[in-house]
Structures are given as structure tokens and as C-alpha cells.
């Protein structure tokens, strides 16, 4: 197949032969018409040549022939035969008859025939003949109109073979110049279209590499602001036409989102003060916003200052969408194996509930065997909650609440759970040190770097094995860190190791990034590690990575030890709360258990109760009660009417209404900006009864009277 | 028509003319005298009655001589047609002798010459003396004899032992006229080939050289004196005449004869006559060689410079 470059260089080489040709020939050309020249001038010069000597000797000729004095004729010629190329000569009388002639060299015999009798009796001048490379010259001797003979004079340019010679030199040299002239031309075109064509190719590829990709790539001319060059993946990626972007680079930024706009106008508009990257949201006419990844990179001039600017823009939406998505899937998938162990969990603890209430219903025993009973009760509902608050926090999206607390007690709390993930074959094994420091962290967040960091352990030690949590008081070598937030050597440090695979050498510095695996497609998402990083740096700590293949692998989480005291014991103590009596409680729970218990203890509490399944059921008692209503205890989610909705409609009914929501879901699921926040209250799901008073408590309800 | 025919005292002898002629021969051609041939153009025949022939003497430049008469017998030829003339022709014969074979045998009709040859051929021919013609503008010329200013030399006589240079040996003025004037003074003219050659204290050495080398030679002093034509001594330089002197001056004569054949009809000799006389001044000939021809009658003043002349001659002729 013959390509367009193919075909050029062909053209080139088919021009260049033909200006070679072309060349050739037309010095060819001039030297043959050089020599013919050269030639020609010297066969005239000869022809003049002769003509002088027999005019020199027509005066003398003529008064010797007129009175036909041969030896005065002979002495006449005598100087003919002196001249080199003269090789024949004759002196006819008029008649024709041959007088004196070289007698080396002789005329044929009728040389001065009639005709040319005739023609030399009116001959004005000498008459010329050329003979091959010969010259004739015939001169008429005339005195008073009558022909008195005339002189035949033959000549031949015995200078010629050497002049020839010369000549043949001079233009095979011209000709040689001129060749070179042309072989060097010849060149230099050669090179200079071969350059010209290396040129547009190199640019078609570059164009073809820059207008097929699917980034947009610009470049401009920091002095003056225009573009200089704009991708045709424009419309795709700004949304904008090219050509106005072209006539006005600010035109991509139509879109910009509001939160985004103050950066990213500075860094795109102004002159940057170095290389960049830079991510911001472009909005869609439906309202979707569209992430935009750009890296902006500076050329240099030779004075080191930078004068134009290369970017690459590349829509990164469905990135970063894919990105949300595998997290959430992380932790459903982390979710997923909770539940299995958790399962097991509640089983025994329902096993024990009902066990113990059965005892209590059944047997009627003693008041101390009774409080026993209902202690194992209390105990194995609070352990189920629990399990269920983790399940939460894995499947949330909870805010971040730095507390302060310590490692030994979070790594207490969910160890039990970690035995569940780990399963039977895998030995878990913890070293918490005495006195560990306190560290500055979100409770829930830390429970997740830890899940995440043993399930990747035992994803490492598939036939069994042991893994260790050991917390430690440690003295960090700065130097050594990771990464760079840690800033202080003191430490707090939670080192999970197990006797698994190991991590080989050339894949350790790669393991927290984001979706970098080692399992096989479809056993991992790759984010785990990457999400662990990004927490505890947040954290202001470092996780460090010692993987040995064949070994195991040696995962340290360094924290800055805090000097303040734990915020949040976690110790159970039975509540001992002063519950102001009276006042009137509405109750709207769709969960009959939850709404038992909520009503059981604010009776308890002194209480005036009214309970509702729903809204609209609550309204309605509302509106049969006589009285006002003092206190809202709802559920957020319910069907028929959002528990929000409800506070509001009642706070129209009563101004001093307090309200406290109970949820099993996030704190963020629902919106109360109708209510002050003095006047609301938030309640998670499972809760104790004393909790629930507690928050009661904390409204500061304002009571009748 | 006005033609003159010398007296017969006055005819010169044939044995002058012949010794005279021998004088030229030997002085200027060196080779034996042959028969001019008259080579004409192959598709041209005419009789001899249909042509006017004019003859001349140059044994050297005959070329040169025919093309300045032949615009001369071309003109005759055209205003004689009605006498039946059909072309003009020019014969130059190298000598006397061969001239005058030409006239007598019919060959040439009409002389023009310089007045000792033209006489010589009268004296042996009997042409007619028809006109004198006017050479350069002069009728007449005379012959002179310089030498240089401070030579001491006065008279002719006092060139005995001396050397003198002439002209060529048929030149009246250059040669005949001082030569005659020398003779007549009974001096003994010896032709030397060198001028380092001595002479005897009663003769005079001479040999020939055209006019420049004349002056050249009397100035340098390898010579005593040179014979020259009254026209060559107007030509001599300011500067190099007044370094010579006139030792003697001829008399007067006609520059050129114009002589008519005893055999040409007399009707046909009236209309040249005519002819001529009525140039006057014309210039015939082509631009490369124009000459104005000028003819005159021949005055009783020269009737007698010519008879003189004639004397000159035969005393020439009879010297030894």
C-alpha cells in the first residue's frame, strides 16, 4: 500500500530527477553550442583571414597579371605558402588558365571553370566557400570592368585540433562545475524536502495523537493570553464550541460551578505561578455537575521565566462517580461479612434473652434471681445493640467526630467482632499496652481502619493463621514516616501483623493507592488501604508497611499521642436521674416494641403519655387531648408523615413544644431548621432507658404551671 | 580642333628614341619587354572599330593606371557612340617601345603621358599633339635642382664631382629636364649604385630616388642635390626648405600631353577634341579614385617648351 508519504518521497525523487535532467541537458546543450560557437567564430575568422590575404594581394596581383608576369606572381605568393593554413593556392589568368599554383598541393584540374568565371566577372568582393572543416576563398582580379584572373585560395584550420582541445577543457569543466552545482542543489532540495516532510509528519502525528484523545489539550502564550492551540475535545469536555473558547479562553469557565469558581478562575485566567493540578465541577443545563481534572504544566524560556502554558483537561465524572460507588461497596462489602459473624452473635444473645425472660415468666423466682435474670437480659440486649451500632457506622455516612479516646478501649469494644471476620482458622491475638496514651480520633472511622486492615489480613493468610493487634507508647523517628502529617514523635501506635503472604518488594510502596490489588479481579476493590491512609492522615498519623513475601506483613498506624483525657467511657452504669413529673408526652413510633418502651419509661418517668403508630394518628390524639402538649418523642422515618413534619405541625398548635427524634438511621437524615436548637433533641437507636431520659432532660422542658 | 604637330626639324631621331628607351627599360623594369595581354570579360566581343582605346606607359603599377583612365575612356566611349564607338578600353604597354608598336599597329587610338615620353612617341610615331591636360590643377610645371643651403655650391657647374639624385627615369621634371640641363653644360653624367661612391672632378654622379628619400639624402648630406618638380618643391616643409636652395630652375612646360594616333580618323579626332576641351573641370571615376580632368589648347608659349624639350631629348639621346 502506498502511503501519502510514500507517494511524496517518490514525487520528490521524480522532481529531482527531473531538474537533473533538465540540468543536464541544457548544458549538454551549451557546450554543443558552445563548441559550435567557438567554432563557427573561428571558421569566420579564417574565412577573413583569407579574405584579407587576397585582397592584400589583389593591387599587386592585378598589375602582375596584367601583364602576365609569372615570376612576379610566383614572388607575390611566395608569402602564401609561409602561412600555415594555407595548403593550397592557385593564380588563374581570366581565362581560367591556372598561372602559379603550390606546387605541393595542387587543385584539381577545372578548378576556375566557366561558371565560376562568370560569377567572379561580377563578384564585388572574394567569394567564400566552405569545404568541410576547409575555406575556399576565390578572389576576382578586375581592372576597368575586365577580368584579368584571380587567386584560389584553400585553407584549413590547422589550429583547430588544439583549440578544440581547449575548448573541450573549458566546457568539461564548466560542465563538471555545473554538475556539482546540480548534485548539490539535488541535495539540498533533497534534504530540505525531506526535512519539510519529517516536519508535517511529526506535526500530523502530533495532531493526530492530540485531536484523538479524549482530554482537551491547550497551549498559551502567557504574554499575550491567546490560545495558541485547543483540542478538538472542547465541546466534549467544556461543553463550549471551540471556536469560542479560541476567540475567548474565559468562555470554558461559563459553566463553572459557584463553590469551585474563585480558584479556578485565578489559576486559569491569570498567569500561573507553577505547575498545577487542579479538579473543579462544571455544572450541566439538567443541574448534574460534571468533574473536570486539569493539569497544568509551564514552559520554560531560556531565561528560566516561564512564556507559555500546557494543559490537559479530561472530565473525570464518571471517575469520581466510580469512586463513591466502590467505597460504598467497600463497606457493604465489609457490611456483608460482618453480618455473617454478627448473625451468629445475636443468635446467642436472643438465645439468652429469651432464655432468662422464659426463666422469669415461667418460674417466678426469687427478687435476687429475678434481677439476675433481667441483668443477663439487659446485658445481652446492650452487646446486640452494639453490634448493630458498628453495623451502622460501616453502613452510614457518618459525620467525622474527633473524640478523645484510647486505643485498648475502642480495640476492646470490637474485638469481639473482629473474631467474627477473622472466622475459626485465623487466631486473633491482642497486646494492649498498659497506660497507652490517648489519641485524638473518630471512634467509628478508627473501628473501620482497623476492620479494614484485618480483613485484608485475612485475606492474606487463606489457610489460617495468627494475627496480632498490639497497641504501644512509641517514640517515632520522624525521618522514617510515610507520610507527612505526622509532625510529632510521640506516638500512639496499633500494629496489626499477621503470618500471611507477605507483600512483595516491588509492590510495598504501591499498596495505598487507590484501587491498587493484589487479589484477583473480583476479589478486591483496592480501596481499602487507600481509605485507611487517607483516615489516619486525617488523623494527623502515619501508617507504616513492613511486608515480607512468604512471611507475613506488619501494618503500624501511628497516631500523636493526646495529653487529654478520654472523652467517652464506654463503661455501662446504671443511671440514677431526677425526672421532673408532670407535664404531657406525645409519642409517635411506628415500631409497637420501641413505642412500648418509650412509653413505659416517660409513664415511669411522670409523664402523661399519649402514643401514636404514625402522623396522623398522633395529630389526631392531639387534637382530642385537652391540654397542651409538652413533649414530642418521634421516630424520623415513618410512613405517612416524616417526623419533622410532625414537630412542625404541632409547634404551630404549641409554641413551647420540645421535641426529640429517635432514629435508627443517620443525624443527617432529616432537617429541623423550623426548630430552635435549644428546642430539639437526637436520639439513636438502640437506646437505654436511662439515655432516653437523659435527653429528656436535656430539653429542659418548660412545665405547666 | 586644334592639334599641333612639331615641325620636322624638330622630330627627334629614331636612334634617340630608341637609346632613350633603352635608358628607361634599363633603369626601371630590369625584364625583357613582352607583349601586354588584353584579357577581356568572355561574354564581351566587339570590333575593333566599335572601341576607343586611350594607351599609357607604366611598366610597374598598370592597374593602378588603367583605373584612373578608364572612367576617362568610358566617358569618351559614351559621347562617341554615335560614331559607332561601343566601349572605352585602356592599354598600358611597360615601355616606349611597346607603346609605340601599339600605335602603329592600331592597337592604341589616343596617349596621354608626360611631355619627354609623349615627345619621344611623337618624335617616332608622329602622334598628333592634341591638348595639354591639367595635373592637380597645373597646366604647367617646371623642374628645379636643390641643394643644401650651406653647401658652397652656386652653379650647375659646380656640381662636377658631385653626386646628384633624380626621380624615375621617365620623369620630366624628376630626371629629363635636369639631366638635359647638366648635359648641356657639357658635363658627364656617371650613374653610381651607391652615394658613397666618388666621381671624377669633371663628372656627376647620379642615381635615382623617389621624393622623399631626395630630401632625405640632400639633408644628411649623402647627396648634393636632387631634382624635383616645381609642384614637389611647394610641398617641402617650411622648416626643412629653408635649409635648401634653388642651383637651378627649367623653364616652363605642360604638365601632361594628350596625343592622338596618326591613324585615327580625323572625324572621330575632332569629336575627342570637342570632347575633352568640354571637361573642364569634370571629375570622372568613382569615389575611390576621383580625378578632374581639365584640358587646355596648347599655347604658342608651349609649342616652344616643347620643342626645347625635344632638344633635350635628342641631345639626351645622342650622349653617349
Known amino acids: 500500500v502506498t502511503t501519502p508519504g510514500g507517494r511524496r518521497r517518490a514525487s520528490t525523487r521524480t522532481l529531482l530527477a527531473v531538474v537533473l535532467t533538465v540540468i543536464t541537458a541544457t548544458l549538454a546543450l551549451l557546450a554543443t553550442l558552445g563548441v559550435a560557437h567557438e567554432k563557427s567564430v573561428y571558421l569566420r575568422s579564417l574565412e577573413d583571414k583569407g579574405v584579407l590575404m587576397t585582397e592584400t594581394l589583389q593591387e599587386p596581383l592585378a ?21 600555415p593554413e594555407v595548403i593550397a593556392y592557385e593564380v588563374f589568368g581570366g581565362d581560367g588558365r591556372l598561372l602559379v599554383d603550390s606546387e605541393a598541393s595542387r587543385f584539381p584540374a577545372g578548378a576556375i571553370d566557366s561558371g565560376r568565371l562568370a560569377d567572379l566577372a561580377t563578384a564585388e568582393r572574394a567569394i567564400v566557400l566552405r569545404v568541410g572543416q576547409q575555406i575556399e576563398v576565390v578572389m576576382p582580379v578586375r581592372v576597368g570592368g575586365r577580368l584579368l584572373g584571380g587567386v ?69 502564550d502567557l504574554e499575550s493570553g491567546h490560545v495558541l492551540y485547543l483540542s478538538p475535545a472542547c465541546e466534549e469536555v467544556f461543553g463550549e464550541p471551540r471556536v469560542d473558547v479560541l476567540a475567548n479562553p474565559a468562555t470554558r469557565l461559563r459553566r463553572l460551578h459557584p463553590e469551585d469558581a474563585g480558584g479556578v478562575e485565578r489559576l486559569i485566567n491569570a498567569e500561573p505561578p507553577e505547575n498545577y493540578e487542579i479538579e473543579y465541577r462544571l455544572r450541566e443545563a439538567d443541574g448534574a455537575n460534571r468533574w473536570i481534572f486539569e493539569r497544568i504544566t509551564l514552559l520554560i524560556d531560556h531565561d528560566g521565566r516561564p512564556y507559555r502554558a500546557v494543559g490537559a483537561a479530561e472530565d473525570i465524572t464518571q471517575r469520581k462517580e466510580l469512586e463513591a460507588d466502590l467505597l460504598q461497596s467497600q463497606k457493604m462489602d465489609s457490611l456483608g461479612r460482618l453480618a455473617g459473624g454478627i448473625a451468629h452473635d445475636f443468635n446467642n444473645l436472643l438465645t439468652g434473652v429469651l432464655g432468662f425472660a422464659t426463666l422469669g415468666e415461667t418460674r417466678r423466682p426469687e427478687p435476687d434471681v429475678a434481677e439476675h435474670h433481667f441483668r443477663q437480659i439487659r446485658q445481652a440486649a446492650e452487646r446486640g445493640g452494639k453490634l448493630t451500632q458498628q453495623l451502622l457506622s460501616f453502613a452510614r455516612r457518618q459525620v467525622v467526630h474527633p473524640r478523645v479516646v484510647n486505643l485498648n478501649d475502642l480495640l476492646r469494644e470490637i474485638e469481639e467482632l473482629l473474631r467474627r471476620v477473622l472466622g475459626e482458622d485465623i487466631e486473633l491475638v491482642t497486646k494492649a499496652a498498659r497506660e497507652l496514651g490517648n489519641v485524638r480520633v473518630d471512634p467509628g472511622q478508627f473501628e473501620q481502619v482497623v476492620m479494614n486492615l484485618v480483613v485484608n489480613a485475612r485475606e492474606a493468610m487463606p489457610d489460617g493463621g495468627r494475627l496480632t493487634i498490639e497497641t504501644t507508647n512509641t517514640d517515632v523517628d520522624l525521618g522514617g514516616t510515610q507520610g507527612r502529617t505526622l509532625d510529632q514523635q510521640d506516638c500512639v501506635s496499633i500494629t496489626v501483623t499477621d503470618t500471611g503472604v507477605g507483600i512483595p518488594e516491588e509492590v510495598a510502596g504501591r499498596v495505598f493507592e487507590p484501587f491498587f490489588s493484589t487479589k484477583d479481579q473480583g476479589g478486591g476493590t483496592g480501596l481499602g488501604l487507600a481509605i485507611c491512609y487517607g483516615i489516619v492522615n486525617q488523623s494527623g498519623g502515619d501508617i507504616r508497611v ?79 387531648h385537652e391540654g397542651p402538649i409538652h413533649l414530642l418523642v418521634t421516630d424520623v422515618v415513618m410512613p405517612k408523615m416524616r417526623g419533622p413534619q410532625l414537630a412542625k405541625r404541632l409547634r404551630e398548635r404549641h409554641p413551647n413544644l420540645r421535641v426529640l427524634f429517635v432514629s435508627g438511621y443517620t443525624e443527617e437524615s432529616f432537617s429541623a431548621r423550623d426548630l430552635a436548637e435549644e428546642d430539639i433533641a437526637f436520639l439513636a437507636k438502640p437506646f437505654a432507658p436511662h439515655d432516653l431520659l437523659r435527653r429528656v432532660r436535656e430539653l429542659s422542658i418548660v412545665r405547666p404551671g | 580642333m586644334r592639334s599641333r604637330r612639331l615641325p620636322p626639324s624638330s622630330r627627334p631621331d629614331v636612334r634617340l628614341t630608341i637609346l632613350a628607351l633603352s635608358l628607361v627599360a634599363a633603369a626601371g623594369c630590369g625584364e625583357a619587354p613582352r607583349e601586354a595581354q ?16 586611350i594607351g599609357d606607359i607604366d611598366p610597374d603599377t598598370p592597374a593602378r593606371r588603367i583605373r584612373h583612365l578608364q572612367p576617362l575612356a568610358d566617358h569618351l566611349a559614351e559621347r562617341l557612340a554615335d560614331q559607332g564607338i561601343r566601349r572605352g578600353e585602356v592599354v598600358i604597354a611597360r615601355s616606349i617601345d611597346e607603346l609605340c608598336g601599339l600605335i602603329e599597329d592600331g592597337s592604341v587610338d589616343l596617349y596621354s603621358d608626360s611631355i619627354f615620353p609623349s615627345m619621344m612617341v611623337h618624335r617616332r610615331t608622329s602622334t598628333e599633339l592634341v591638348l595639354k591636360r591639367a595635373v592637380r590643377g597645373d597646366f604647367s610645371y617646371h623642374s628645379v635642382i636643390l641643394v643644401r643651403a650651406d653647401s658652397g655650391l652656386s652653379t650647375l657647374e659646380d656640381l662636377s664631382g658631385h653626386l646628384i639624385a633624380f626621380q624615375a627615369g621617365y620623369s620630366t621634371s624628376g630626371y629629363l629636364l635636369p639631366a638635359a640641363a647638366l648635359r648641356g653644360l657639357g658635363l658627364e653624367l656617371v650613374s653610381v649604385d651607391t652615394a658613397t661612391r666618388r666621381v671624377s672632378d669633371d663628372a656627376v654622379g647620379y642615381f635615382f630616388a623617389d621624393e622623399e628619400n631626395t630630401i632625405t639624402l640632400l639633408l644628411d648630406g649623402l647627396v648634393d642635390a636632387g631634382a624635383f618638380s616645381s609642384r614637389e618643391l611647394e610641398e617641402i616643409p617650411t622648416t626643412l626648405r629653408k635649409q635648401l636652395e634653388v642651383l637651378y630652375r627649367s623653364a616652363e612646360v605642360p604638365r601632361q600631353l594628350f596625343s592622338a594616333s596618326p591613324l585615327l580618323e580625323p572625324s572621330r579626332l575632332e569629336a575627342v577634341h570637342r570632347i575633352l576641351v568640354e571637361l573642364n573641370g569634370v571629375t570622372l571615376g568613382d569615389e575611390r579614385l576621383p580625378w578632374e580632368w581639365s584640358f587646355s589648347e596648347l599655347s604658342d608659349a608651349d609649342v616652344e617648351s616643347l620643342a626645347l624639350v625635344a632638344e633635350l631629348a635628342r641631345d639626351l639621346e645622342e650622349t653617349p
Open chain 1, 152 to 220: 584560389l585560395l584553400r585553407l584549413s584550420p590547422t589550429e583547430w585540433p588544439a583549440q578544440r582541445r581547449a575548448l573541450a577543457l573549458r566546457y568539461t569543466s564548466l560542465g563538471a562545475v555545473a554538475l556539482l552545482l546540480a548534485v548539490g542543489l539535488a541535495l539540498a532540495l533533497s534534504r530540505a524536502f525531506r526535512a519539510t516532510e519529517h516536519l508535517s509528519e511529526s506535526e500530523r502525528r502530533l495532531r493526530q495523537l492530540a485531536e484523538s484523545m479524549r482530554e482537551v489539550l491547550w497551549l498559551r
Open chain 1, 63 to 83: 598589375d602582375a597579371l596584367y601583364f602576365g608576369d609569372i615570376k612576379r606572381l610566383r614572388h607575390l605568393t611566395e608569402a602564401l605558402q609561409t602561412q
Open chain 2, 38 to 53: 588584353t584579357l577581356r570579360p568572355p561574354e564581351e566581343a566587339v570590333a575593333r572599330h566599335e572601341v576607343i582605346v
Open chain 1, 546 to 624: 513492613d511486608g515480607r513475601e512468604g512471611i507475613g506483613t506488619r501494618m503500624q498506624i501511628l497516631l500523636p499521642r493526646v495529653r487529654a483525657a478520654a472523652e467517652d467511657s464506654r463503661e455501662l452504669v446504671l443511671p440514677v436521674i431526677a425526672i421532673p413529673r408532670g407535664g404531657t408526652a406525645l409519642i409517635a413510633e411506628d415500631e409497637t416494641d420501641v413505642r412500648a418502651v418509650m412509653k413505659a419509661v416517660l409513664d415511669e418517668a411522670g409523664f402523661e403519655v399519649i402514643a401514636a403508630a404514625d402522623g396522623p394518628e398522633a395529630l389526631r390524639l392531639e387534637r382530642e
